[in-house]
């Protein structure tokens, strides 16, 4: 039967009132000096990135110094940030009945009641350890190092929204939807293997009892929902780095498009998983597997809806209103709406980063193109700016845990193991399934870039949050020290060596992108042209029919309807009548397209493409500018 300490000794003794105050005043100090300490991580950290990117250094990205800082801070913390004892002595809070969760595992908090004559007091205890009843027990806290654990909830529901939407915002559409095939083969059939490879290599590793009492511990049901969370990639160092050097645009498109889509899986898959629990026993269950499965696709499906639909109906409002005239306004029904698919895909039961993620696509691709001058710039440099201090956060405070948890359970050959399985597991991902992709590709997939996604399959943030959330037990507590070990060497040692393993590969890199292709592409898109014009594009840009047909029916559609470019709404849908003239904004910019071709860009487009016709149509003579990155996100390319 678990006994919980009672946290304040007597519990029948009610505090008095200066105590109340002293003790909510010691709190909020407490508090305060918390976020001062990640402030100045923080601070810590942009001051040495500035120095890096002034000393062109790459060996070490941000992630990697936001780690090294909070690993730095937390042992300071642990062992100079101070102690209090705490003395617990009879009587010990106990109970006839506990009803164990689905895990099996004991119980994080306790209510007790206890008899005081007529009286009956109410508390909640925190489980510390196992004390036998009358004796006494002396408790060590570390107030600062308390006020310090990770909350997966701040995580979830603040830190990471705008991480996964600016992800999804500044996504490069071209390169993106040109690899789309391969990456959603890797992000949904890659990252189900993995988590099946590493499941199954601890399972066998638990099996041979190695280590004392794992093979009782881990049922192949806690492998599996090891390999789901461990399964989550976070590849953002190797993309700093990419971005940086000019990497080839299809190897960032391949890396980026998958971890972005990775996380979402994982989080969906882990979900489903944890669906299997009432279900899981010796015998294995072809209900809770179905049901598993139906979650999976439910769950993805909803979000994703969810998130198109309110990034659809924000770029309704502001087409059909005049909030361009008010940035301020217009900025802030862009950052509520955009949040407000997180916070909807999670009330209806789905996930909120698929939902973000997809809004934020739908936002960049129609919503941006409805925005005034000045909030595009607001909105990209604020989700930018939210990004980086999110991100940063994030890690300085997974560096802090290493030392201020004091729940871990340390098991070497598991930590051994687990990264021998993610590596084995990252290997049947990658290169049978390019393998496969290769068949059918006109672009393959080269052997280098294959190594490359193999290396740059970092752990981070998504994984560590989901081991934290749930870690309660031993069982899971195995699990948490595992995977932090496992974030903290792929960000430091793989982050840290991407640029010797380009070097190694011989992968390309300064190669600037063809942003004048892209617009004489882009223009072409949107004009009717012949069938051996468009096989002829489609050799050059790698976008297959069903890219071309979506451009088309965007263009002639989707874009006259939703934003206040192309063609007016009431000349593309007639038959709709007075419908069809409301939804014409009289802001709209119709009839004039947003690209301009110069003669001097054609010239030179035909002279490194001579097989591609003159089929552009007269274009005036004013010279198209390279935009800037807030410009580039409403473009398709």
């Not at 909510?24 to 508090?31: F, G, N, P, V, Y």
């Amino acid at each position: 039967m678990p006994r919980f300490a009672v946290e304040r000794g007597n519990p029948f003794e009610d505090l008095e009132e200066n105590e109340g105050d002293s003790h909510a005043e010691s709190l909020k100090r407490i508090t305060s000096i918390t976020y001062i300490v990640i402030i100045l991580l923080l601070v810590l950290n942009v001051c040495t990135i500035w120095i890096f990117k002034l000393k062109k250094i790459r060996y070490l990205h941000e992630s990697g110094l936001s780690l090294i800082y909070g690993v730095l801070a937390g042992l300071i913390i642990k062992y100079f940030g101070g102690t209090v004892n705490k003395t617990s002595k009879a009587p010990i809070g106990s109970c006839d009945k506990v009803e164990y969760n689905t895990t099996g595992a004991l119980p994080y908090y306790l209510t007790t009641e206890f008899k005081n004559g007529s009286e009956t007091l109410k508390r909640i205890y925190a489980y510390t350890e196992y004390i036998p009843q009358g004796e006494t027990a002396t408790i060590v806290i570390n107030k600062l190092s308390e006020a310090l654990q990770f909350d997966p909830e701040i995580f979830f529901y603040v830190l990471l929204p705008p991480i996964i939407f600016f992800a999804g915002y500044d996504l490069k559409k071209k390169h993106f939807f040109r690899n789309i095939g391969s990456i959603l083969m890797f992000a949904f059939v890659g990252t189900t293997i993995s988590a099946f490879i590493v499941a199954i290599v601890m399972w066998l590793y638990c099996q041979t009892g190695l280590e004392a009492g794992l093979k009782q511990e881990f049922i192949f049901f806690e492998c599996l929902l090891f390999g789901s969370l461990i399964s989550a990639t976070d590849p953002v160092t190797v993309l700093a780095i990419f971005a940086e050097l000019n990497v080839d645009a299809d190897l960032y498109a391949l890396i980026f498009g998958e971890s972005v889509m990775n996380d979402a899986v994982a989080i969906v898959l882990f979900d489903s998983v944890l669906k299997y629990a009432p279900y899981r026993g010796e015998q294995f269950s072809a209900v809770g597997f179905l049901i598993c499965v139906g979650n999976f696709f439910l769950t993805f499906l909803g979000s994703f809806l969810i998130g198109v639909l309110t990034g659809l109906l924000t770029s309704f409002i502001t087409k059909l209103t005049r909030l361009c005239d008010f940035p301020t306004l217009e900025t802030s029904l862009f950052f509520l709406m955009s949040y407000a698919s997180f916070l909807l895909s999670e009330a209806a039961g789905f996930t909120g980063i698929v939902g973000i993620l997809f809004c934020a696509i739908t936002q960049a691709h129609y919503t941006h193109r409805n925005l005034s001058a000045e909030s595009k710039t607001r909105v990209f440099e604020l989700f930018e700016t939210m990004n980086f201090l999110a991100e940063n956060f994030v890690f300085s405070y997974i560096g802090l845990f290493l030392f201020t948890y004091d729940g871990h359970v340390w098991r070497p050959g598991f930590i051994v193991a687990s990264f021998l399985a993610i590596g084995l597991a990252r290997v049947f991902n990658v290169f049978p399934l390019s393998g496969i992709l290769n068949l059918g590709l006109r672009q393959k997939i080269p052997c280098k870039f294959q190594l490359m996604m193999w290396w740059a399959g970092l752990r981070g943030a998504i994984a560590f949050a989901l081991a934290a959330e749930y870690s309660e037990g031993e069982t899971r507590r195995i699990i948490l020290t595992t995977t932090l070990m496992i974030v903290l060497a792929t960000v430091l040692v793989n982050g840290s060596t991407t640029t010797a393993v380009l070097e190694l590969l011989r992968i390309r890199v300064g190669i600037a992108e063809d942003t004048e292709s892209d617009q004489i592409i882009d223009q072409l898109a949107r004009k009717n042209i012949g069938d051996s014009d468009l096989h002829r594009l489609q050799e050059q840009t790698g976008l297959g029919e069903l890219g071309w047909m979506f451009l088309k029916v965007d263009y002639n559609y989707l874009t006259p309807l939703f934003t206040v470019e192309g063609a007016k709404a009431s000349d593309v849908f007639p038959w709709c009548g007075p419908l069809g003239r409301w939804l014409t904004s009289n802001r709209g910019n119709y009839g004039n397209e947003d690209i301009t071709l110069d003669d001097d860009m054609l010239d030179d487009h035909y002279q490194a493409n001579p097989d591609t016709e003159a089929i552009v149509p007269e274009q005036d003579s004013e010279h198209h500018q390279i935009p800037s990155a807030s410009e580039r996100v409403g473009t398709f390319y």
